[in-house]
């Protein structure tokens, strides 16, 4: 998943705006893979044919367009179509107007999913009691106690691969093992757009871990020395590999996988992967929503971009149906002491799970003994550092990434480092690659700076065994601050539920170590997965249970609080969704409630009153109460006009009445309550975003439903940045072949550099991007048409950038050519600009963002 690492990645003060990215920068920035496509035809176009697979290749071939299929999707229920490569965009607007062709969209680059922080543990430490932290939050130890394990349920995981050699993941694949199969889509040295899929039927992975990783969070074996086990560790899986070692993958692939794993009839299937979207309708998301319409369960990663405010929400997770997973904190650390000799001191506690691998007594050395010096270690050190390999180096932390420390103290021989806090550091596990090095305190790293100084005689060692501590984590069971908020811009709650996913330890590939603790809504997605197998397990493994699974969560979580303080309101639903999943209510809950959850959608769109239904399964008469619960209120547009990436709390909650507040209901029978919501009036918060719960408890069951709305009309949201604010110019911006930003008319060759390229920003999404050539003398109408040209872009269902400096904008090149590839006759023109406002009517040309570029001229080179 693309990540974003809180405090890793410091952005030195005086770097005021983004750099402006050069043209060669700004097209690997691009969503999409080069020259690919993904086609789909309709079901009309199959029927009236033999085979459909020739069907496909026939259509095309037949208009006369060069392409190369790459790969078919021939499962009528779920994908018809192809993965195909063309030579020019021009050739994908030529088939999307052949009949039967439904559709043909580019192919989206999914980042490879890399774990928010992850430490690689290499020996098993001391048995911990086995009560696994993640299993007690939920109750799957209570399930576990029934001897439920989810055995005869069938997972496919799409991933990375797995190590199934790994003793606890089984130590083989094929009839028999824990793994019964699974196909390698990809190999090793796949990246999409850059070097082609070698696919087989071994899904190995010995390179990547991810896939293992979560392999074992559903599966691995108990009776190990870490205390630990799979959710459902006697379910059959199969890993699909849709990753190389390292790198992106495309959506084609994402798509072959889902189909493959539905045609081979696993239950559950479970993705911890995607891409910020915030809609509902790419082809993944859709592919899965069918999937899950056909009776199997579909768990997805709800994504790691907490930090880029709402409104962010990841596909394929955020598809219709499918289950967008967050994540919430594990609720116990295990921590490790070193020894302090030399000096009379308490043993220091140092953030790692394990101890760090140094058996002998090592003397400190300091890279800085001003305290206070934040960028400590971040430049080379200075000629006369000595020989660092028999030292303990500690650094301070800041300004520069932990790894930048560690390379320049490794360029001095350094073998090991303690880095201590900053005073305003949060205390949690940080990224540090394979170096052995960890976190300690702000307070201990200032004891060993003035020990340095003061007192040669002064050793650490770090004892093997007998010196964890097991902390309560201070943010455990809080919903994990990178988790990322929704919901999707046409308003579907996104994430569903959350699971544990920050701090897990699980199974590594043996050849990287063996074991891992990491964090990401990729560690909560598989718990899901595994937790609906032990609901299949023991509610029947049937497509009306996995078509009611979504419901059966939701409404059995627990709601989580924003924060540990008495009186803290409720986290919103757009992070949290229902709250963390609790799998004995799942599973023993004895009352239907439903709707799962209500989408009040904006006010524009507003529907005041809902029916809620209420069923006791029970065998025994009922008495329910019923009670609304409001979770905190943000305010999501700051003053600049931008989703806001910390959207502060604002006072104001929907007043809910109820038809009802008490009821009997006998057993066996359904009663209705009518829910009727009112917006907070919030007269100065812009698309302030309201959610809580209608709760429904009995003497011994307690339900909810999340709901969730915004106040307003989503089209007030502006979407084409007009501001300075991020490269220091205002945007949008062409830029001619030099990089400068072109003012008043100039002239293009369209040869091989000598174009001009688009910059802009996307401050919200939209569901329809289009660029068009205009008259020079174009001015945009007030009312009406536009009188156009021609097409040059067309784009749907595009997210929003986020804030990142480096990869938070939109950029665009032109070719000299109409969209669907004929050369644009020398002249004098604009490109006129056209973004849809989100929720707004593609049939309103005034509910559409307009902007004009400078005059360009298309000439002949002479
Ligand atoms: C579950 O798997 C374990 C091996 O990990 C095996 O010993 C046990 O018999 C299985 N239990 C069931 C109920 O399938
Ligand atoms: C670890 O260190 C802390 C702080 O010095 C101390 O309170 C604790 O007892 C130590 N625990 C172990 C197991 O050494
Ligand atoms: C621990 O360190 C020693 C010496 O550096 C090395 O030989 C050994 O392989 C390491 N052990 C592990 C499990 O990494
Ligand atoms: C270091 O150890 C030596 C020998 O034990 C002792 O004489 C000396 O006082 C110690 N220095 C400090 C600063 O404790
Ligand atoms: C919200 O309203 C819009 C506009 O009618 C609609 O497209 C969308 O599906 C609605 N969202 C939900 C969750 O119903
Ligand atoms: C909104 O305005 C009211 C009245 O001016 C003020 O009391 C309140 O603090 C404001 N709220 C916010 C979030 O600015
Ligand atoms: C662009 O080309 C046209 C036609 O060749 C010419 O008349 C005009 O002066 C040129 N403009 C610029 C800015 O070079
Ligand atoms: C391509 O589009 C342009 C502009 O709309 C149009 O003038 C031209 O005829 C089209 N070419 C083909 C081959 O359809």
Not at 93 to 111: D, H, Q, S, T, W
Not at 208 to 226: E, K
Not at 379 to 389: A, E, I, Q
Not at 553 to 567: E, I, N, P, R
């Amino acid at each position: 998943m693309k990540t974003s690492f809180l405090g890793l990645v410091l952005i030195p003060a005086t770097l005021a705006v983004a750099p402006i990215p050069s043209y060669q920068h700004a097209k690997q920035n691009t969503r999409y893979v080069p020259n690919a496509y993904i086609v789909e035809l309709s079901d009309g176009a199959i029927s009236r044919r033999s085979s459909p697979h020739a069907t496909v290749l026939d259509t095309i071939s037949n208009s006369g367009i060069p392409f190369q299929t790459v790969s078919t999707y021939n499962t009528p229920e779920i994908f018809v179509g192809a993965s195909i490569r063309l030579p020019s965009p021009a050739d994908a607007a030529r088939l999307a107007k052949i009949p039967g062709v439904v559709a043909v969209r580019p192919v989206i680059k999914i980042e490879g999913p890399k774990p928010i922080d992850l430490s690689v543990v290499k020996e098993a430490p001391i048995a911990h009691p086995d009560t696994y932290g993640p299993h007690v939050m939920t109750g799957v130890d209570k399930v576990h106690a029934t001897g439920n394990f989810g055995q005869g349920i069938k997972i496919g995981i799409i991933d990375t691969g797995v190590d199934y050699k790994h003793p606890l993941l089984g130590g083989g694949i094929g009839p028999g093992f824990k793994f019964v199969g699974g196909y390698d889509f990809v190999g090793d040295a796949y990246e999409s757009g850059l070097s082609p899929p070698m696919p087989d039927d071994d899904p190995l992975d010995e390179c990547n871990g991810h896939g293992s990783h979560v392999a074992g969070i559903i599966g691995a074996n108990p009776g190990n020395d870490f205390g630990f086990s799979g959710v459902a560790f006697n379910a059959s899986l199969a890993a699909y590999r849709v990753f190389g070692c390292s790198g992106t993958t495309g959506d084609d692939i994402i798509l072959a996988a889902l189909i493959r794993a539905y045609n081979e009839k696993r239950d559950i299937i479970t993705l911890s992967l995607g891409e910020p979207s915030g809609w509902t309708e790419s082809t993944a998301s859709v592919v899965a929503s069918r999937i899950a319409a056909e009776g199997r369960v579909v768990t997805i990663a709800a994504g790691n971009d907490g930090e880029y405010g709402p409104w962010y929400t990841s596909s394929p997770g955020a598809g219709i149906g499918v289950i967008s997973v967050g994540s919430v904190d594990n609720v116990v650390s295990m921590f490790q002491n070193l020894t302090v000799h030399g000096a009379v001191h308490d043993p220091i506690t140092y953030l790692l799970p394990f101890p760090l691998n140094a058996t002998s007594e090592y003397p400190i050395y300091v890279t800085s003994t001003d305290i206070s010096k934040t960028d400590d270690a971040c430049d080379s050190l200075p000629d006369n550092t000595p020989d660092l390999s028999p030292f303990v180096v500690v650094i301070h932390r800041g300004t520069c990434t932990f790894s930048q420390k560690l390379a320049n103290i490794a360029d001095k021989g350094g073998k090991l480092a303690l880095i201590y806090n900053s005073d305003d550091g949060a205390f949690s596990t940080i990224d540090v690659g394979t170096f052995p090095a960890a976190l300690i305190s702000a307070d201990d790293g200032k004891f060993l700076v003035q020990q340095f100084l003061t007192n040669p005689n002064l050793t650490l060692s770090f004892p093997q065994t007998g010196a964890s501590v097991s902390i309560t984590n201070p943010v455990g069971g809080l919903v994990s601050y990178f988790s990322t908020i929704g919901p999707t811009f046409d308003m579907y709650l996104s994430p569903e539920v959350a699971a544990p996913g920050g701090n897990i330890l699980s199974t590594w590939p043996l050849k990287l170590g063996g074991f891992a603790i990491a964090s990401g809504t990729s560690m909560a997605t598989p718990f899901v997965a595994g937790a609906a197998a032990l609901v299949l397990r023991d509610l029947g493994k049937t497509a009306k249970v996995a078509l009611e699974m979504q419901r059966i969560l939701q409404t059995t979580s627990v709601s989580l609080a924003s924060s540990h303080t008495d009186g803290s309101p409720v986290r919103t639903v757009a992070q949290q969704g229902s709250g963390l999943i609790q799998v004995d209510r799942a599973i023993n809950g004895e009352t239907i409630v439903s709707p799962s959850q209500i989408a009040l959608n904006d006010t524009a769109h507003f529907k005041a009153t809902h029916t809620i239904s209420i069923t006791n399964s029970g065998s025994a008469k009922k008495v329910y109460e019923l009670r609304h619960i409001s979770a905190e209120t943000l305010d999501t547009i700051d003053e600049s006009g931008s989703v806001d990436p910390f959207p502060p709390f604002v006072p104001g909650a929907a007043t809910v009445s109820l038809s009802a507040t008490k009821l009997t209901i006998g057993p066996g029978s359904t009663k209705h309550v009518v829910a009727t919501f009112k917006p907070p009036s919030m007269a100065n918060a812009t698309l302030p975003l309201y959610s809580g719960y209608i709760q429904v408890s009995s003497a011994i069951e307690n339900f909810q439903i999340p709901y969730l709305g915004v106040v307003g009309s989503l089209k007030v949201g502006a979407i084409l940045d007009r501001s300075a604010n991020f490269f220091g110019l205002p945007l949008p911006v062409v830029l001619d072949s030099y990089g400068d930003p072109q003012e008043g008319p100039q002239n293009y060759t369209f040869l091989d550099y000598d174009a001009p390229f688009l910059l802009l920003r996307l401050l919200f999404g939209t569901a329809q991007f289009q660029i068009d050539l205009v008259d020079k003398n174009f001015e945009v109408p007030s009312k009406g048409k536009a009188k156009t040209i021609g097409s040059l872009v067309e784009l749907d269902y595009i997210p929003r950038d986020s804030d990142d400096p480096f990869s938070g904008y939109t950029a665009l090149s032109f070719s000299g050519n109409f969209a669907n590839g004929t050369r644009i006759d020398d002249g004098q023109y604009r490109a006129l600009l056209r973004v849809l406002k989100v929720a707004g009517d593609r049939k309103k040309e005034e509910e559409y963002e307009a902007w004009l570029s400078p005059q360009f001229g298309v000439v002949t080179p002479s």
